[in-house]
Structures are given as structure tokens and as C-alpha cells.
């Protein structure tokens, strides 16, 4: 064996023709697994395989020799620690011979992996040969334990979604990463009879009609596109480890984003865009001073400084400093870097603000809780951030309506103050909440929109933090705020589906500690 060629041998306990059908099928693989997978043992066909316990390949068949031989061009090869080999540049070769034992009643199988470049090699023969073969071998090993055991029962994957159309299903699962859409009723009778665990023959019988063929196609189908995987001891599916760790709706939606492109001017045509500029919700604004901005810092300051603080001394912000916050952080671009974008052929208006927007779509909007005695000369109640003109829009005054909000930031449950700290010093003064004017983002981005939405809050507020940092105040961002979205939605007249909450940014002055509230934020 040359140091470009790694290679595995085991024995299976049934002839060669049972033991090439099982090496064929995504069904019967999918079961060695404990993962997913998908073939076509066609010439060209695609090869995709999840192994739940050590990791995924991505292949194209090269060879196919009838219970005989299968060759493999691999583009990728990745164990779950993160190791492996891929995406390739030029795919190596990995060779699958089964053949009889010397009595014909089992078979050989013999796995040989063949680098094709230099590098490959020098994978081989550095960490490959520690690890691959205990994988590769531990993988064979089970392939003859599924076999032995016979055929695998099957149960609908708890990561499966379905929406149902006028004519046809949208079946996919967050495991698998691919969808596809089911009109017939009988292979839709037949996804049904895995509500409770079988095998694909019992399946077969209980959908009572049908080319059997047909069926057995299907479920094929059904296991390449991990909607159905092998039942675990208990009834349950997808018992592998990492795969575990996901919850079906954050697996499907990450599938969904990473996958399946972005829908570039998805409701071009369709419908006209939310403008760049929010409409007012009110009459009454209050502008804020100019001129304030933060100290002229270096950004290795303001990232060593930025920090999580909660807690804060009860002395109102300075309209300045809230300025100084806004200015620095949100605030649409004057001139020349607003019209960047603005070109006769792009479909509506732009702006420009100081953070990442995906397609400069700048969908986020800001509502200030402000509390009483939170910031200067400016009543308890809810504002909104006008980025255009640098000003507060106010929506609607009174504590009884800020204050129960500002109290639960105070009992989140990821909020643990010094014990020393008194309960006062845990209520901000000030809680900024982000929503998005979702149709912004969705006009040109559809199925990836809601990813995007929250990339840009995420850059949002790390500005926001280092803005903060610059202007020595505390802040903090929460993942949740109970009460905040039900008080915009009721008392701002917001449509929570049209400009949902995706956000929250508390922020004051340090407790315990002097701050300088920065350069032109006088207190």
C-alpha cells in the first residue's frame, strides 16, 4: 500500500449480492449511519452521506460494477471534530470491492481511499492513519450489524416539515437540507405509515396499493432527504449525537438560509418595497442636539473596553449622550456615501448607516423605552430614533406604560447583579428596542430575508456597544425583554408581522464607577 492509499478490509455476514445492495442503498446506509444519506448508483449519480457518530462525504459515482464494485470520486470528507479532507480542489478516489468469503455464505469488503494530490497524501500519512482506519473500520463494522439484524425500521424524522399546497405537499427536514414536493396521495398514504417505526417492506404492505416498486422508490427518496431515519431503541429518530443538539426549528431554518440561495428581488415586480425612509407615527418630535459624538478613540480601545454591563447609576443620560449614542451609531449618511446606492436602475431608495446592512436594505428601526428621570428633559415614555434628521419621534408618554418593561429587564433570568447591588441599580434608565421593517429586506432577499434581518442586528449592536464603550457608559443586549413587543404593538400602533422585535440594548451610566460620557456629552 503506497502512503497515497489508505485501506480498510472487514467481512459481512451475507453474500456478496445482499452485501452490494445494502452498500446501494440510501435506506440501508442511512441505517450504518445513524445519519442520512442519499444515493444514485448511476455512473455520474450524486452520493451524500451524514454519518451521525464521525461525519459527511459528498461524492459522484464513478464506477459501478453490479454487486461487485462501486468507485467513488469524493469532493469532500469531514469528521464532526472538524478534521477531514474537502471541500477538494481535485476529488479523490475511494474504491468499494465486495466480493465471497471462501465458503460464498459472506463477503469481503475492501475500502480503498487514494489521495490525489500531494496534500491529500501528506493527510494520510499524518493524521489519516490514526484515525481513519478506527473510523472507517468501526463504520464496516456496523454496516455488518445492520446487516445481520436484517432490515432497518424507519420512523418520520423529528426535524421533518411539511406545508401543504392546493396541489401538492412541500415536504423537507432541517436534517438533510433538501426539499421536494409530493402530489400523490399514495406516496403521501405511505409517508404516513412511518408515524410509527417500520421497516420499508412493512411500510409497503400497509399503504395497501401501488407499484410496490414504486414505493420502495420512494422511500428511497424519503431517507436521501432525511425525512425518514432510522428508528432509535426507544421509537424515536435521530438519536446521533451532534444532530441532537439542534432543535427542528433552528436546524430547519439554517438549512433553509445556508442552502437555498437568496431570492435575489424576490417581490420585484410584485409589489412595491416599504420605503428607505419610515413614515411618522405621530406629529410631536424633539430634536436631538447636534455636534455631540463620541471621543476620538482607536478601535482597539473601544473593542478592549466593550462589555456587558447591567448595572447603573440612577442619574438621568444627558440628551447629548443619547445624541452622541444615536448619531454615532444608527444614523443615516449625509452626501455623497448616502447615494452610493441610489442609481437609476435600482428599484427604490437607499440610505447608509455606520453598520452592515445585507443588500443595504437597512430595515431596523429604534424605539426608546425611556424611564423617569432616565434621560434629561425628556418624559417617561416611548420614542422612536429618526435617522434621517437626527430627532425623537414620541409615540407616547407615561411610566405605567415603561416601567413594567424597564422592571422585567431587571428579572430576566440570564441577569445575575452582584449581591451587593441594590435592586435600583439593575432598571436601566434607557432600553432601546429593534424591530424590522420586514418587507424592506424581504422585497429582495425572500426565504433568506429573515436571516439577513438578524446578521444586521447583530452588527447593529455591536456598534451600539462600541459606541457605549467609547462614551464610557454601561450596556448590555438582552435576548429577551418580557413585555417590550406587546407594549410597541399596542401603544405605537406597530404591525408585529410588517416590523417584528428582533433586539433589545439597554444602556446608562456605569454604577460604581466614573464615566466620561464622552466628548461634547456633558451631565
Known amino acids: ?45 450524486d452520493v451524500r452521506y451524514r454519518d451521525g457518530r464521525l461525519g459527511r462525504v459528498s461524492a459522484k459515482v464513478h464506477e459501478i460494477v453490479p454487486e461487485r464494485r462501486l468507485v467513488l470520486l469524493v469532493h469532500e470528507l ?16 475511494l474504491a468499494i470491492d465486495v466480493e465471497p468469503d471462501e465458503i460464498g455464505r459472506a463477503s469481503v469488503v475492501t475500502l480503498r481511499h487514494e489521495a490525489a494530490t500531494d496534500d491529500q497524501a501528506r493527510c494520510l500519512t499524518r493524521e489519516w492513519r490514526r484515525f481513519y482506519f478506527a473510523s472507517f473500520q468501526m463504520h464496516l463494522e456496523r454496516w455488518a450489524a445492520v446487516l445481520s439484524a436484517g432490515a432497518p425500521k424507519l420512523a418520520i424524522s423529528r426535524f421533518a416539515a411539511f406545508r401543504w399546497g392546493a396541489e401538492v405537499v412541500a415536504a423537507m427536514s432541517g436534517a438533510g437540507g433538501r426539499y421536494f414536493d409530493v402530489a400523490s396521495p399514495v406516496v403521501l398514504s405511505l409517508l404516513n405509515t412511518f408515524t410509527t417505526p417500520r421497516t420499508p417492506s412493512e411500510a409497503v404492505d400497509a399503504a395497501g396499493h401501488g407499484d410496490r416498486g ?11 432527504a432525511a425525512l425518514l431515519e432510522p428508528a432509535a431503541a426507544n421509537g424515536d429518530a435521530n438519536d446521533a449525537s451532534q444532530i441532537a443538539r439542534w432543535e427542528p426549528h433552528d436546524l430547519l431554518f439554517h438549512q433553509i438560509a445556508a442552502q437555498f440561495g437568496n431570492g435575489a428581488w424576490h417581490h420585484l415586480g410584485h409589489r412595491e418595497p416599504p420605503p428607505a425612509v419610515r413614515p411618522p407615527l405621530s406629529t410631536t418630535f424633539f430634536p436631538l442636539p ?18 456587558s454591563n447591567r448595572e447603573f447609576e440612577r442619574r438621568p443620560l444627558s440628551l447629548r449622550t443619547v445624541s452622541a449614542l444615536l448619531g454615532a451609531s444608527a444614523r443615516n449618511a449625509q452626501g455623497a456615501l448616502a447615494e452610493r446606492w441610489n442609481q437609476a436602475w435600482m428599484p427604490g431608495k437607499y440610505v447608509a448607516r455606520p453598520y452592515a446592512s445585507g443588500g443595504a436594505r437597512y430595515s431596523s428601526e429604534l424605539y426608546l423605552f425611556v424611564g423617569e428621570d432616565g434621560v434629561e428633559a425628556t418624559p417617561a415614555g416611548i420614542y422612536r430614533y429618526c435617522p434621517e434628521n437626527h430627532r425623537l419621534e414620541q409615540l407616547t408618554t407615561g411610566r405605567s406604560i415603561v416601567d413594567p418593561v424597564l422592571g422585567a ?24 428596542v429593534i424591530t424590522s421593517r420586514f418587507g424592506r429586506v424581504t422585497f429582495k432577499y425572500g426565504g433568506v430575508a429573515y436571516d439577513l434581518v438578524l446578521k444586521e ?34 401603544h405605537c400602533s406597530i404591525n408585529p408581522l410588517a416590523e417584528p ?23
Open 1 to 45: 500500500m503506497s502512503e497515497h492509499e489508505a485501506k480498510v478490509v472487514t467481512k459481512v455476514p451475507v453474500d456478496a449480492a445482499r452485501a452490494f445492495r445494502a452498500l446501494t442503498s440510501s435506506v440501508e446506509q442511512a441505517a450504518i449511519a445513524g445519519g442520512a444519506a442519499s444515493i444514485d448508483p448511476v455512473v455520474g449519480g
Open 290 to 307: 447636534e455636534g455631540a459624538t463620541p471621543p476620538d478613540i482607536s478601535l482597539g480601545a473601544a473593542l478592549a473596553e466593550r462589555s
Open 501 to 523: 422585535v428582533v433586539g433589545y440594548y439597554m444602556v446608562g451610566l456605569p454604577y460604581g464607577r466614573a464615566s466620561s460620557g464622552g466628548a461634547g456629552a456633558k451631565r
Open 457 to 490: 442586528t447583530g452588527a447593529l449592536l455591536q456598534t451600539l456597544y462600541l459606541v457605549t464603550a467609547a462614551l464610557g457608559l454601561a450596556g448590555c443586549a438582552l435576548g429577551a425583554v418580557p413585555g417590550a413587543s406587546r407594549a410597541i404593538v399596542r
Open 409 to 432: 429587564v431587571s428579572s430576566e433570568s440570564m441577569i445575575r447583579p452582584p449581591a451587593d447591588t441594590p435592586d435600583e441599580n439593575v432598571i436601566p434608565p434607557l432600553l432601546i
Open 214 to 224: 414504486a414505493l420502495r422508490d420512494a422511500i428511497d427518496a424519503f431517507v436521501g
Open 78 to 93: 469531514a469528521w464532526l471534530d472538524g478534521w477531514g479532507l474537502g471541500p477538494l480542489a481535485k476529488p479523490s478516489r
